[in-house]
């Protein structure tokens, strides 16, 4: 708009006046306005900020609790340990005496037993219930093999473990060279007739991780025809298992006419592929994010007996875990953590008269040994029994065994070697095969032969324990798509991808774990994302656990078992007949009756016994003042015998494979 | 005013009359906000300010210690209550006259169910009016009462142990029958009452604590069944002739609370009692968590308060 002013020179006001200079002020005022800004709201979402914290979070905790299925099936002697007048002496039990409770060896006290030191009657702090009766396991018992323990000397030492490396194995013994890099050797070649038609099956000594329609290469087979080509192509493995279709983990069955074709024991592998991509095969080795028993808190669990009365253990670890940056044995962030449990060693203690007792029994036996109660930890898996088998958990201190296996475990170590995996990178997921187990025995059978007590039949008792020391926990799951990418155009690619073309010759990622940057050079990538947590897919991958100071709250419920390393399934009712005289009867045959695999006895001449009227129990014959032993008393002795698959020396009690119904039982009742 | 951009215009300038100049005063202008700054900083801002900051609830386990911060086994805690030794006769009071077991053991101890109303009966029969009753100790963050928080608490009952049965496993009358709890570490001692003998609170606050040692205060009260009464309960005596002035309750010295000191000992969370002068041993007081002798057990006496202290 423009508004007309006349501004008139003086001349033209006045004729008297004369034209000067003027200023004229042209005041330009502005006011402001703002201008108005619509109501502005933003809605906080709390679930979202709940799940993006959840997602940024890093920090781990972790809590849970184990059920141990524990037993002393494998004591040291059946003898009661009391430290009385005469000193630290064992009370041998009769094998009559011996009862099984809960699982547990062991005997019940006697009145006369409840005066003497060790004694449940000596407690003195509100014992409601009556220690008569009270049942007291043989050595090692509750104290030393219980996951909570009373004496103050922890039995386990619970770890929090993750996968960092991998290391190589021989599994079978050969002169090639072949190790689990290789394949997973076979053992066993079987025919299998399946619809009259022939078709080869292979038994490997360890799970072969194999389905139905699996491709598998196989190496270093004798092709005696040539037809085979096992060189150039892949085998489709047609069944599992053998003629009956047992054993499936362990035989797989190919379309091959038997004839065709020879396994060579050891040098023979096999590999699964994928899409022309071999399987990697390797141990994976653990390490440790925890330190020690200062690292966590072990406790009763509330209402916590288990079927067999073995109290269940509590535990939380008191310090966070932060897994950022932190890398698996592939250098991916971590989707699995482990509850390493590891038995702990016990050094004697002189001041002890537990422990006094077995450092009498082992003095002579060379240092350390002689101060240990328990023998160092040997680790390897649960195989097949093949002559020259490695790592055979089962057949450690069997000779006829190769006798190669983990050592160097114990509490203190920082690393573990574990499972035995199967990698494929076209898949890029893992395939556990094997579990790893540990095996542990107490010196004292160990070493029987070189104690004061002479065992039955000249052996050491070396059939130990095994036990799965490590519990996965899934923290993360990996996604069931395979993911692409081109660094030249997409962003966040992980920095644990897989190259798609030259994945052999891949570095693993290590430091910090970033996106890979886009770059102006072509790279191809593959990888599985790892899902959210809280996020479960369609086919159910994908974790979901509680997120609660700012924390992942993740609790492990697992059972530990404590197995024994070679159960004994055959049971052989042996008699012999032999003669006593007074001089050594019943000092000869008090150590029969104490022999844990002491049956029944029965006198065979009583009748001539019976003539001098000295009746016809063996506690009468001797007893009885008309008995000048000059007739010999004849005897029938029953034992029972249990063997299992591998020599580990006498075995005192059964296996739970083996049917008692053949063993007369005696009925535990309250009247003791 | 201010003013700017001057101009001259000469006479020359203008020959004729009725010239015009043309002053233009153009305001053409973009309309410009804060809504952008809004957008951008300020609700963000505001978001973050109305999260609330994520704050560590985790509890750990504390376990007992004794004043070398060494871990204790087990506890023992003995009551003591006033009884009426003079049956209300006048002049006495009515209610109270002396602890029960002042001429025992130079008054430690423990007192008997007898003195709480309890009877053989109730003993021996568990009846509920016994078992139900309780012993609590609250716990203060401050010793100060007008301003302190209340924390926790931890209940014990009634237990019916070795020290109230005889040799025959029997129990005990009521004048005999000592109000005492023993309380155990829940591995080392499987077999005694556990509950109570921790302590759990947030790791957070003991780790940021100066030298990781958080220091609470605990008082205890006993909760008896048989009359409803709760009674308060001090770790030293209450000298009725002389009973102790308001000023002396409260403060680092004070009687009213027995300080609790909460410490992550290079990774294992222990507590301890820390009694002040008059409440640890020595001095006449019930704190007693490190005894001469390893076998004895460590104690905690605990004495009914004089219904009038704090009047004078």
Known sequence: MNKGYKILLNKEKSVLATNINEEININIENTTQPLPLGDVEHTVNAFEQFEKERAESTKYRFY?????????????????????????????????????????????FENNDTSEEGSPYVNKFNDNSSTLCAFTPFDPGYERLNILDTDGIPNYMLKLTYPYSTKDITLIENNGGITLADGIPVIEQIKISINDRAYTGFKTPINHGLDVGDKI???????????????????????????????????????????????????????????????????????????????????????????????????????????????????RPLSEIYLTIIKQGEELDPTNYNHMYWINQQSGLTPPLNTQFWTSIAGGYITEKVKNGNYNIRAFSDNAFPQNYYTGIDIGATTYDADIVEYNSNTLLEKKLEDVYHRINTVYRENLLSTPNTPISGSNLTEGYIYMPHKKMQIREYSDFIEEGDTINTVGIPDYSTSKYSASTQSLATG???????????????????????????????????????????????????????????????????????????????????????????????????????????????????????????????????????????RYTPGGCIDFSIINQKTIDDEC | ????????????????????????????????????????????????????????????????????????????????????????????????????????????????YSD???????????????????????????????????????????????????????????????????????????????????????????????????????????????????????????????PPEAIDLNGPNGLNYLKVILKNDNGIYKYRFSGSTDQILINGGGVDVNPPLNNDTPEITFWQIAPNIGEN
């Open chain 1, 217 to 331: 290469k196989m190496y270093n087979f004798q092709d005696p025809t040539g037809n085979l080509v096992l060189s150039a192509r892949t085998i489709s493995v047609f069944s599992l298992g053998n003629q009956v279709n047992d054993d499936k983990e362990r035989i797989f069955v190919v379309d091959i006419d038997p004839t065709e074709i020879v396994a060579d024991v050891g040098i023979s592998t096999i590999k699964r592929t994928v899409i022309g991509v071999e399987s990697e095969y390797y141990v994976r080795s653990f390490s440790a994010l925890t330190t020690n028993e200062i690292d966590y808190d072990l406790y009763p669990a509330a209402f916590g007996k288990n079927y067999f009365n073995d109290q269940v253990a509590a535990f939380y670890f008191k310090n966070d875990i932060d897994i950022k940056n932190i890398r698996d044995n592939l250098g």
């Open chain 2, 116 to 242: 709480i109303g309890a009877s053989f009966d109730d003993l021996f029969c568990r009846t509920r009016r016994v078992m139900n009753s309780f012993l609590r100790f609250n716990f203060f963050d401050s010793n100060i009462p007008s301003e302190n928080n209340f924390l926790f608490f931890n209940d014990i009952f009634t237990q019916i142990g070795s020290d109230q049965k005889n040799e025959f496993n029997f129990v005990l009358p009521a004048e005999e029958c000592p109000i005492n709890y023993y309380l155990g570490d829940s591995l080392l001692e499987p077999e005694m009452i556990h509950e109570g003998f921790y302590m759990y609170w947030f790791k957070d606050l003991v780790d940021n604590a100066l030298n990781q040692e958080l220091e609470i205060y605990m008082t205890a009260t006993y909760n008896n069944s048989i009359n409803g009464e709760s009674v308060g309960l001090y770790t030293t005596q209450s000298d009725l002739q002389d």
């Open chain 1, 512 to 650: 910090p774990i970033e996106p890979i940057p886009l770059s102006k050079v072509s790279r191809q990538f593959k990888w599985r994302d790892l899902l959210d947590i809280g996020f479960i897919d369609s086919n159910g991958f994908g974790v979901d656990y509680p997120f609660e100071s700012g924390a992942h709250y993740l609790n492990i419920d697992t059972r530990f078992y404590l197995q024994r390393q070679d159960p004994p399934c055959k049971v052989e009712y042996k008699t012999k007949v032999t003669s006593y005289s007074k001089s050594n009867f019943p000092p000869d045959f008090i150590g029969v009756l104490s022999s844990p695999t002491f049956y029944q006895s029965q006198i065979t001449n009583s009748s001539v016994l019976g003539q001098s009227s000295l009746g016809s129990d063996w506690f009468d014959i001797i007893t009885s003042p008309n008995y000048a032993g000059g007739l010999k008393i004849e005897m029938v002795i029953a034992t029972i015998k249990f063997s299992g698959i591998y020599k580990l020396g006498d």
């Open chain 1, 64 to 108: 849970g609790t184990i059920n141990p299925m524990i037993s002393n099936m494998l004591y040291n002697d059946n003898v009661f340990i009391i430290n009385g007048d005469q000193g630290v002496v064992g009370k041998k039990i009769l094998s009559d005496n011996i009862f099984l409770n809960d699982g547990w060896y062991g005997t019940f």
């Open chain 2, 1 to 112: 005013m201010m003013n700017v951009n001057k101009y001259k215009i000469p006479l020359r300038d203008i020959n004729v009359s009725g010239t015009s100049v043309n002053i233009p005063i153009s305001l053409s202008f973009t309309p410009v906000d804060n809504s952008e700054l809004i957008e951008t900083k300020f609700i963000e801002d505001e978001v973050i300010k109305s999260i609330n900051p994520i704050v560590d609830y985790k509890k750990v386990r504390f376990l007992p210690a004794d004043d070398n911060w060494d871990l204790i086994r087990k506890l023992k805690i003995n009551l003591n209550f006033f009884i009426n030794f003079y049956g209300n006769i006048t002049p006495f009071p009515y209610d109270y006259s002396e602890y029960a077991n002042l001429n025992t053991n130079g008054g430690y101890g423990a007192g008997y």
